[in-house]
Structures are given as C-alpha cells and as structure tokens.
C-alpha cells in the first residue's frame, strides 16, 4: 500500500479563470477530486461509507497557490492522510500540485466522520486501513485559521437560495459550491484560500453572504435564515489583474 496517492492532469478551460489560468478554486476542486479517489483506493469511499451509515465531513480546507499554471500544462496532484491517532476525531489531508519538479500550490484538509447516529466517530472506529502507511510530512505546516472575530463589522452581499444543481451526493450543498458563491462576493484574483464548513446547507436553504475585509484578506461567511453560521471564507495573497 503506497502512502502517497498521485495522478497526473492536463489544465483543461474548466480549470481556467478569467486570466487563462489555474485559479485557487480550481486547485481546491482538483485537490477534493483527488481526496475521493484516494479514499476509493483505501476501501473508505463514499459508497463504502455509504454502506455503514458513515460519511465523510470537509471541516476546514486551505489551499496556498504560489504559481500560476496555463491552459494545456501538464501537472501532477498528490495526496496523503496525515498521521493521526486511533482515537482522534479530526484528522487531516494533505496535497500538493507540481509542475515538473516545482511544486505550485498545496493545500489541507480538515476531516471528521459523521456515524450512523449522526454523531462524530473516532478514526480508529471508522474502516480506514490500520497498515496504511502514514507519511511524516504535511504540505501546510501552519494553524488553519478561524477568523471569527473579522465579520464584526460585515457587509451584506447577497441573498442566495441553494438550488437542486448545488447537491451532492451527500444530499447536501457541494463543498466546491460553498466556494463559488462565496467568491462572487470577493472580486479580484487571490493566491489562496480557506474555507471552514460549520452547518449544512440543502436546497431551498437561504444563505444570507456577508462581506468584510482588511490589509491582509477578504472575508466571506454564508449565515441561514436561522442566524447559524453556514460557513466562512478568507481569500488572501490578492494580485494585480492579468
């Protein structure tokens, strides 16, 4: 069993902003992609999950963009599960995006396992392999951040009702399309992101975006008609227009 998870990608239109380029958003889709089909290969993907009434939960995800990759570039994407202890309920992913030697962006996942009583579980209670060998490295050594306190002094953006074609599988708003909805209220080209997941969103949900900003980032959150926080978004490392 190898510890690290690789394939190799073309940057299609799909994966390209405005610019032409690879964009943060289309790094975090890469890196979402790439997390599922590594979790196939490990027997713990989402119909297996499915199957014991276990799901997987994204909890907070950063993804750092230091260069920017072109349209017909040819890259490499990998990803691993951290070292974790059987008795933790957050564990995390790491991944990395390389082009040739030179590795362009990286990024990490927070995760949880939601058990069949709607409950978080421990990892060594879910079916992930026992001998998978954990790598000792992670691609982002840093804190992921929280940033609560920046909305103190948010401003409205929008109102959004989730629509049917923002459902996934787990019958709830896409993780990717949390991010999407959230970008539309930070105008300009970033090279990062990071997003935290508080509650779920399903369809006919109203989000409420809200909007705030300072020296260092931009910062979105989705609240529900409820006042709960939906989620909350940075978008940092802002540069010119190309």
């Excluded at 958003?25 to 199957?51: N, R």
Aim: hydrophobic fraction near 40%; proline fraction near 3%; charge should be negative.
């Amino acid at each position: 069993m190898e510890s690290i998870f690789e394939k190799r990608l073309t940057v299609t239109p799909d994966y390209c902003d405005a610019s032409g380029a690879l964009s943060p958003l289309a790094a975090f889709t890469i890196f979402q992609g790439i997390a599922a089909q590594h979790a196939e290969v490990l027997g713990v993907g989402s119909s297996a999950m499915a199957k014991k009434g276990e799901f997987w939960l994204t909890v907070h995800t950063r993804v750092d963009l230091f260069e920017r990759a072109y349209l017909m570039d040819k890259l490499t994407v990998r990803t691993w599960a951290e070292a974790c202890s059987e008795r933790d309920v957050r564990t995390y992913r790491s991944y990395t995006l390389s082009r040739g030697e030179a590795v362009i962006a990286r990024g990490k996942t927070e995760w949880a396992i939601l058990g069949p009583e709607q409950k978080i579980i421990r990892f060594g209670d879910s079916g992930f392999p026992k001998d998978y060998p954990f790598p000792a490295e992670t691609a982002i050594p840093e804190k992921l951040q929280r940033f609560h306190e920046k909305f103190e002094d948010a401003d409205l953006f929008s109102h959004y009702a989730v629509r049917s074609t923002d459902i996934d599988l787990g019958h709830h708003m896409n993780n990717v399309a949390y991010v999407r909805r959230a970008q539309e209220a930070a105008p300009g080209l970033f090279r990062g992101l990071e997003v935290v997941y508080d509650r779920e969103c399903f369809r006919g949900a109203l989000l409420t975006l809200e909007h705030a900003a300072d020296a260092d980032a931009q910062y979105v959150r989705g609240v529900l008609e409820s006042g709960e926080e939906s989620f909350r978004m940075r978008f940092f490392g802002a540069e010119a227009a190309q």
